[in-house]
């Protein structure tokens, strides 16, 4: 009973340092997915925000204008690797086709050497070939040793069977081994009669006859190696700047930055004249006409008392931006900039 109660404990002691180990890990991985889960809705808010927030127009531009640099600078470069890719590929294949023209010249440079070196006739050794009724005899005779072979193989195979019979029952190996004994010789006779059969086939198939071969000089037939022409290079024009062409984006882009230019300068002229209009003095108004009196000592007072202009107003000037004209944004020499740089 105490061993079965300190097995007990023993077991209670484990679960709970398992469970003290696994609890913690649990809640480091709980609260390491929370933080993930709650970084990845920040990321995506962010995001949203950031494509939803308005963009002023000329960062807009600026963007468009730079996309389109950015894409004729890729095109240059793939236009530039292609070209020196095909360049590369004609040589290789240029050289390939003279290498291909030196080894044949040579094959047949030594094909007309050896030809000269064997003069003498070669003379074939006349084997005299079977007759119809002897060759089927041969056959007949193989067929019959073939069958014999086989039936007394399946006999050892049998055999065989029972020796492994007889080992289990009787613990005697001389059946079994006499089985497989006559087993493997009924495999090598068969092999040789595969054997034989194939070589008075061939024999039948080759039946060579007396042939004398004539000599001549094979160099006489050779075609002389085709001269294989310089590859040429000619030169490609370089693509015309896409702004400067009707109907592409950045042609669209451009002209798009040009109306910006001249509606923002032409609002800012008429700005300056609107406040123009409101900053002129108003019309006089007319007084009534004075007495003789009056006017006869109006003039005495006025040659007396010299004109004094009138003082500038403080607020005259209020609301007009020095160089208004010339503190808008020349996006054109900002691209040409660009471009230039980049």
Same mark, same amino acid.
């Given at each position: 009973?105490?061993?079965?109660?300190?097995?007990?404990?023993?077991?209670?002691?484990?679960?709970?340092?398992?469970?003290?180990?696994?609890?913690?890990?649990?809640?480091?991985?709980?609260?390491?997915?929370?933080?993930?889960?709650?970084?990845?809705?920040?990321?995506?808010?962010?995001?949203?925000?950031?494509?939803?927030?308005?963009?002023?127009?000329?960062?807009?531009?600026?963007?468009?204008?730079?996309?389109?640099?950015?894409?004729?600078?890729?095109?240059?470069?793939?236009?530039?690797?292609?070209?020196?890719?095909?360049?590369?590929?004609?040589?290789?294949?240029?050289? !390939?086709?003279?290498?291909?023209?030196?080894?044949?010249?040579?094959?047949?440079?030594?094909?007309?050497?050896?030809?000269?070196?064997?003069?003498?006739?070669?003379?074939?050794?006349?084997?005299?070939?079977?007759?119809?009724? !002897?060759?089927?005899?041969?056959?007949?005779?193989?067929?019959?040793?073939?069958?014999?072979?086989?039936?007394?193989?399946?006999?050892?195979?049998?055999?065989?069977?029972?020796?492994?019979?007889?080992?289990?029952? &009787?613990?005697?190996?001389?059946?079994?081994?006499?089985?497989?004994?006559?087993?493997?010789?009924?495999?090598?006779?068969?092999?040789?009669?595969?054997?034989?059969?194939?070589?008075?086939?061939?024999?039948?198939?080759?039946?060579?006859?007396?042939?004398?071969?004539?000599?001549?000089?094979?160099?006489?037939?050779?075609?002389?190696?085709?001269?294989?022409?310089?590859?040429?290079?000619?030169?490609?024009?370089?693509?015309?700047?896409?702004?400067?062409?009707?109907?592409?984006?950045?042609?669209?882009?451009?002209?798009?930055?040009?109306?910006?230019?001249?509606?923002?300068?032409?609002?800012?002229?008429?700005?300056?004249?609107?406040?123009?209009?409101?900053?002129?003095?108003?019309?006089?108004?007319?007084?009534?006409?004075?007495?003789?009196?009056?006017?006869?000592?109006?003039?005495?007072?006025?040659?007396?008392?010299?004109?004094?202009?009138?003082?500038?107003?403080?607020?005259?000037?209020?609301?007009?931006?020095?160089?208004? !004209?010339?503190?808008?944004?020349? &996006?054109?020499?900002?691209?040409?900039?660009?471009?230039?740089?980049?």
């Amino acid at each position: 009973m105490g061993g079965v109660w300190s097995g007990g404990l023993v077991v209670l002691a484990a679960a709970a340092l398992w469970l003290v180990y696994l609890i913690p890990t649990w809640l480091r991985r709980r609260e390491y997915l929370a933080t993930e889960r709650n970084a990845v809705r920040l990321q995506q808010t962010l995001r949203i925000l950031a494509e939803t927030s308005e963009v002023p127009e000329q960062v807009r531009l600026e963007a468009n204008a730079r996309t389109v640099a950015e894409q004729q600078k890729l095109l240059r470069e793939a236009e530039a690797r292609a070209a020196a890719l095909a360049r590369a590929e004609a040589d290789a294949k240029a050289a !390939e086709d003279a290498l291909a023209a030196a080894q044949a010249t040579a094959r047949a440079q030594a094909t007309a050497a050896a030809a000269r070196a064997a003069m003498p006739v070669v003379r074939m050794p006349v084997v005299p070939a079977e007759t119809g009724t !002897e060759a089927v005899d041969r056959r007949r005779r193989i067929r019959r040793a073939r069958a014999s072979v086989s039936l007394v193989m399946l006999l050892s195979l049998l055999g065989a069977g029972f020796g492994v019979y007889a080992v289990l029952a &009787l613990a005697t190996w001389l059946v079994l081994a006499a089985s497989l004994v006559v087993a493997l010789g009924c495999v090598i006779t068969l092999s040789a009669l595969a054997r034989s059969t194939r070589a008075a086939t061939a024999v039948r198939a080759s039946a060579p006859s007396r042939t004398s071969h004539e000599l001549f000089d094979h160099a006489d037939h050779v075609e002389a190696a085709p001269e294989v022409a310089a590859p040429t290079w000619t030169p490609r024009p370089l693509p015309k700047p896409l702004y400067q062409s009707q109907g592409t984006a950045a042609a669209g882009a451009m002209a798009s930055v040009d109306a910006v230019v001249a509606l923002r300068r032409s609002a800012a002229a008429a700005d300056l004249a609107r406040r123009a209009a409101e900053l002129e003095p108003a019309v006089p108004r007319l007084r009534p006409a004075a007495t003789p009196a009056a006017v006869s000592v109006a003039p005495a007072a006025v040659a007396e008392t010299p004109e004094t202009p009138a003082a500038p107003s403080r607020f005259a000037s209020m609301g007009i931006v020095n160089g208004a !004209e010339g503190a808008s944004i020349d &996006l054109d020499a900002a691209l040409r900039r660009r471009r230039a740089a980049g």
